[in-house]
Structure formats: C-alpha cells, structure tokens
C-alpha cells in the first residue's frame, strides 16, 4: 500500500516562506513524476511543480510561482519537498502532494496526498 504524506504547511504572513514536504511509502520500486498541486475554493485543482524521474530531473513551474517556488525531489528516500519563498495571499490554497506511475509489485498507479493547508494573509 503507497502512501503518501505532506507536511509543512500552515498560516504566514505576506513575504514570508514556508517549506512542503511529501514522503512516500510502501513497496516502491520506482516514482516517475512527483509534484504539488494546490486548491484554492472555488477554483480547479492546478500544477505548482512537478519533477520527473532520475536522470533527467527536469521541473515543471506554474507560471505564478516562477522565481518563488522551488521543488526539489530525494530520489534515493521518495520523498519531494517545495520550498515556497515571497509567498502571496494568492497562494492560499490546500497543497496536495502527487506521485505519478509508483511502480510496486502490483503494478503502476498514481497517487495524491491528503493535502496541506497553507494560508498567507497580509
């Protein structure tokens, strides 16, 4: 059984930063993509970061976190983090860690966190 777990967020003020963490676990072989997406009320979930396997490494960016956000996976230990910089109230959101193609013996699925709220006020 794939589980994943965030942590990190909470309540900040405008400017102010806040570190993500998801840590996967069970029996995995293998992670392909992981990310954040996040959910604000109201409003469709959307893509904050995502990276892919070993190797390449490559990252994907909302093009509202640009030059904010970072993300950044431990290979080796399934886990991603998103350390989150000059955070705006437009970043209230609950953030959701997801896991695309988690190879395990039963085969390949994806998988989402239960989300970590994360509320910036000014």
């Known amino acids: 059984q794939v589980q994943l777990v965030e942590s990190g967020g909470g309540s900040v003020q405008t400017g102010e930063s806040l570190r993500l963490s998801c840590q996967a676990s069970?029996?995995?072989?293998?992670?392909?993509?992981m990310g954040w997406y996040r959910q604000s009320p109201g409003s469709e979930r959307e893509l904050v970061a995502a990276t892919s396997r070993r190797g390449s490494g490559f990252t994907k960016y909302a093009d509202s976190v640009k030059g904010r956000f970072t993300s950044s996976r431990d290979y080796d230990n399934n886990a991603v983090y998103l350390q989150m910089n000059s955070l705006k109230s437009q970043d209230t959101a609950v953030y959701y860690c997801n896991a695309v193609r988690v190879a395990t013996e039963e085969g390949g699925s994806d998988y989402w966190g239960p989300g970590t709220q994360v509320t910036v006020s000014s």
């Open positions: 069970g029996s995995i072989f293998s992670i392909s993509v």
